[in-house]
């Protein structure tokens, strides 16, 4: 390769071509939005990876503008890892038109599956700002959706051999990881979305800007008048497009001792239900509940306390009807003094914000978003799998001889 297509050392600023990166996996609602950026910023280029043909051994690139395909060209497997050639070949595409000049916006439009947190870090790390990341979405969708536990690769949507993510796993991380959400509406094909279908997507992600990107016409249909390339933005998805993004915050909001987590509401039939206790889960009791947990919302997600294992902060994901748990650390309030100053600043805050004279971070903050909760039910179903108020005198060392139900699930 060239010298002119050869990426910077990680971390090296490369000026001059802000990137957005838009994703998600209503595909005609992210093929609007990118048409709608290419009208309202003049001279702006998309660039495409195509995982579709991964089986085939190959990740075929294209590079398009309003006019139409500039170039176009593949990329091998890389680890047979369809994600991995995408990673490889989008920096030196992007360098490329860096060096060549005269694009005010690269766009990367992601395939289906692929999730803008990882390809923001990418972006990042090659020396290039990333000015936004937009999640594209069809309103009427979101619920069928986040109501789909089928794995990818039933629908041709893997992208690699061993992808194991579900379509509503994907959906829910590709959502609420933007700052900027693109809702297209009324598009050939789609349901007429209500305010249901939008109270929805407002409780999942309550910080996010929604865009609303045309209701009942052509996707990208052009704005009337004429652009110059001088002119600023017309459009208010092209001015989030290039508003800001910072990808270490966004990581930090991701990570579940510090997420910004929803909170309560209750409007058009959709109800979040924010759930916060000082005491530890029973792991036996809490383990019999967990199928009835995971299908009484439509998606679930927070931090929560196992009685045995206290120095473990554990995540909750649940989406689909599956429910994903792992742990994410320790807890703070087990670290030794000492070990403080390795912890991020934000991870500090957050826990500081919460922190129990006893327990220290220490709690259960779950949450549920649904149509149709039944918020009375669900709090009592989560109030029986908490230690009673004998097993809690009883305290830590009996607390490490209750049934360890969940070391199979944690492949402890």
Same mark, same amino acid.
């Given at each position: 390769m #060239?010298? @002119?297509?050869?990426?910077?050392?990680?971390? +090296?600023?490369?000026?001059?071509?802000?990137? /957005?990166? /838009?994703?998600?996996l209503h595909a005609e609602a992210r093929r609007a939005a990118v048409a709608r950026l290419l009208a309202d910023v003049p001279g702006s280029v998309v660039l495409h990876h195509d995982l579709a043909t991964a089986a085939? =051994?190959?990740?075929?690139?294209?590079v398009r503008d309003a006019t139409g395909i500039l170039s176009a060209g593949e990329a091998p497997l890389v680890?047979? $890892?369809? $994600? $991995?050639?995408?990673?490889?070949?989008?920096?030196?595409?992007?360098?490329?038109?860096?060096?060549? *000049?005269?694009?005010?916006?690269?766009v990367v439009e992601l395939w289906d599956s692929v999730e803008p947190k990882a390809m923001a870090e990418v972006v990042t790390? *090659?020396?290039? %700002?990333? %000015?936004?990341?937009? %999640?594209a979405v069809d309103p009427a969708l979101v619920l069928p959706y986040l109501g789909n536990g089928d794995d990818l690769a039933e629908g041709g949507l893997a992208a690699a051999a061993t992808d194991q993510r579900t379509v509503a796993d994907t959906f829910a991380r590709q959502l609420e990881y933007a700052p900027v959400l693109a809702l297209a509406e009324g598009l050939p094909g789609s349901p007429e979305a209500d305010d249901e279908d939008r109270e929805l997507l407002a409780q999942l992600h309550p910080t996010a800007r929604r865009v609303p990107i045309g209701h009942g016409h052509p996707a990208g249909a052009?704005?009337?008048?004429? +652009?110059?390339?001088?002119? @600023?933005?017309? #459009?208010?998805?092209a001015r989030a497009a290039l508003a800001g993004f910072d990808v270490e915050a966004a990581a930090a909001a991701q990570h579940p001792a510090c997420a910004l987590l929803p909170a309560d509401a209750d409007a058009h039939g959709v109800a979040t239900l924010v759930w916060h206790r000082r005491r530890p889960f029973h792991p036996e009791r809490l383990y019999a509940a967990l199928e009835d947990l995971t299908c009484a919302a439509?998606?679930?997600?927070?931090?929560?306390?196992?009685? =045995?294992? =206290?120095?473990?902060?554990? &995540?909750w994901d649940a989406a689909g009807g599956a429910l994903c748990v792992e742990g994410a650390g320790p807890w703070?309030?087990?670290?030794?003094?000492?070990?403080?100053?390795l912890v991020p600043p934000v991870r500090?805050?957050?826990?500081?914000?919460?922190? &129990?004279?006893? &327990? =220290?971070?220490? $709690?259960? &903050?779950?949450?549920?978003?649904?149509?149709?909760?039944?918020?009375?039910?669900?709090?009592?179903?989560?109030? #029986?799998?908490?230690?009673?108020?004998?097993?809690?005198?009883? *305290?830590?060392?009996?607390?490490?001889?209750?049934?360890?139900?969940?070391? %199979?699930?944690?492949?402890?």
């Open positions: #060239s010298g @002119a297509g050869r990426p910077r050392r990680p971390g +090296a600023e490369r000026p001059g071509l802000p990137v /957005v990166i /838009v994703g998600g085939a =051994g190959t990740v075929v690139r294209t680890n047979d $890892c369809a $994600c $991995c050639a995408l990673r490889e070949d989008l920096v030196p595409e992007l360098v490329r038109l860096a060096d060549a *000049g005269g694009t005010p916006l690269a790390a *090659g020396g290039f %700002t990333v %000015t936004g990341v937009i %999640t052009p704005p009337a008048g004429p +652009a110059s390339a001088s002119a @600023a933005p017309s #459009s208010a998805l439509a998606r679930s997600r927070g931090r929560f306390w196992l009685a =045995g294992k =206290g120095d473990t902060l554990l &995540h703070l309030a087990s670290l030794p003094d000492a070990a403080w100053e500090r805050a957050a826990a500081a914000l919460d922190w &129990h004279p006893e &327990h =220290g971070d220490r $709690c259960q &903050h779950l949450v549920f978003t649904s149509p149709g909760l039944d918020r009375d039910g669900l709090e009592r179903l989560l109030e #029986s799998c908490l230690l009673t108020d004998a097993e809690y005198a009883a *305290g830590q060392a009996a607390w490490e001889l209750l049934p360890p139900a969940f070391d %199979t699930l944690l492949e402890v």
